[in-house]
């Protein structure tokens, strides 16, 4: 008989511990620490009740063991298919977090039709809304399908027991905070739950071949609820961004195992649903103010697609002792090194000013080519210059003042001319062992003065 005691565990980061305390001693939370009976003694681990082996596995030589490369399943979305890094993986688990209302369901429900006019068998799991609920949203966003399946249920052994005998391709789990197993006492959508639960769906995917695809809801500080062994038990974690009273949302791989974690897909939210952006640096730009002080465009690198960006900032004088500092979509440390640089290399008195930097289009750049066009930007501001509108401006700076050569620079400036962009300044080491573009002038600068210099007109 299996004996039973209690146990708390902690709500934000999983920490056990026999008795209750007001501060978790492994994330430093406050009130945190849940109350759960713990199973002890000799029953079984539920992950592991239904185990497919036919016995215990054995170690192989690193070079007997035979590989073959599965195909990929390919969604007529382009941008879904370059964030997952070439499409669906066969008993791949995919993790999908965002903000309330962003539209998650709507996204992977859209995705489930598009599988299934493939002919491919999809069971979409709904905790949330009934199946007539579910229904009347698939009929608002005209979806259709033979081999859609919609399944309203929380227990994760009526589930398994669904998918046993209906043997899909693909399985939507919507979401992972409200499924259940029967055999944890906690209630859903604790830390037990969404462990044991993940790691029996896990098993369901890779014994079965089926690609599971989870919806996780978000805390008030953007990370997935739940515990943080969650994103480490999946294959794939995207998340879902934007806001809700715009239409735009970006798509973005924080870790994939199959793909690179750089690539983003944009979307835009329409009435009939989510629609892909083909050329999102078109969006990017389409509202950007020309003769403005203090704007720049770039063309950085998101995984293997050039976008250009608009970097803007605002230089003031300050009437407070320590000058605000404050940016969106650029690391706060990069702008106070830029600046540093800008004092001492350039002459400008940048300590009694507040400089405020943002990204247009709320998308966030992490690259260090985006240094040049964050330094033109303060530059233009401070000293109220206009740069050339038709100018797009790539390189990294260094703490000596030197523009350092990128990566991938003929994509960049392929995107630039394909704009419209007349003139790209780069770096000068970037000039040698390619041909630029013929419908667009490539000037190479090799310090930040003289780029400062071709940039504002001295």
Not at 128 to 140: F, G, L, N, P, V
Not at 271 to 291: D, K
Not at 303 to 311: A, C, K, S
Not at 366 to 384: H, K, M, Q, Y
């Amino acid at each position: 008989m299996a004996k039973k005691k209690t146990k708390f565990v902690c709500s934000s980061c999983g920490y056990e511990s026999p008795k209750w305390m007001g501060k978790c001693p492994g994330c430093g939370e406050w009130n945190t620490m849940v109350e759960e009976v713990a199973i002890t003694g000799k029953q079984p681990r539920a992950a592991f009740m239904h185990s497919e082996k036919t016995g215990p596995s054995k170690a192989e030589k690193l070079s007997s063991i035979e590989t073959r490369q599965e195909p990929r399943v390919l969604t007529e979305s382009r941008e879904l298919n370059r964030v997952l890094g070439g499409g669906v993986v066969p008993g791949s688990l995919v993790l999908i977090g965002g903000d309330p209302g962003i539209g998650k369901s709507t996204l992977l429900l859209q995705v489930s039709s598009q599988l299934a006019r493939q002919n491919q068998k999809v069971l979409y799991i709904s905790g949330e809304e009934s199946i007539k609920q579910t229904k009347m949203r698939a009929d608002r966003l005209n979806i259709k399908g033979d081999e859609l399946y919609i399944y309203a249920e929380t227990n994760l052994e009526s589930i398994h027991q669904t998918i046993e005998h209906l043997a899909p391709d693909f399985v939507i789990i919507d979401s992972i905070q409200t499924i259940y197993h029967p055999e944890v006492t906690s209630a859903p959508g604790s830390v037990s739950q969404v462990r044991e639960c993940t790691a029996d769906l896990m098993r369901i995917g890779k014994t079965k071949g089926i690609a599971i695809f989870i919806v996780g809801h978000v805390t008030k500080e953007g990370s997935i609820a739940g515990p943080r062994l969650l994103e480490h038990m999946v294959d794939t974690v995207l998340y879902f961004e934007g806001e809700r009273h715009h239409s735009y949302r970006i798509l973005r791989a924080v870790k994939n195992r199959f793909g690179s974690t750089n690539e983003m897909g944009i979307f835009e939210m329409k009435e009939l649903g989510l629609e892909e952006v083909s050329n999102p640096s078109e969006i990017f730009l389409e509202e950007r103010s020309e003769g403005a002080t203090g704007s720049t465009v770039v063309a950085s690198m998101e995984g293997t697609r050039p976008v250009l960006v608009e970097i803007q900032a605002l230089v003031t004088p300050t009437s407070f002792n320590n000058p605000r500092r404050m940016a969106t979509g650029i690391d706060h440390s990069r702008v106070s090194l830029i600046m540093a640089v800008l004092e001492k290399r350039v002459g400008m008195l940048l300590q009694q000013q507040d400089a405020y930097l943002k990204v247009a289009g709320g998308v966030k750049l992490d690259e260090p080519a985006i240094d040049l066009a964050v330094a033109a930007s303060i530059a233009s501001s401070f000293r109220d210059k206009a740069s050339n509108p038709h100018d797009c401006i790539i390189g990294e700076v260094g703490l000596t003042g030197e523009i350092r050569r990128v990566s991938r620079i003929e994509q960049r400036v392929q995107e630039a001319a394909k704009l419209g962009f007349k003139r790209v300044i780069v770096p000068q080491n970037n000039l040698s062992g390619w041909h630029p573009p013929s419908d667009i002038n490539v000037v190479g600068v090799a310090t930040i003065n003289e780029a400062l210099a071709l940039i504002l007109g001295g």
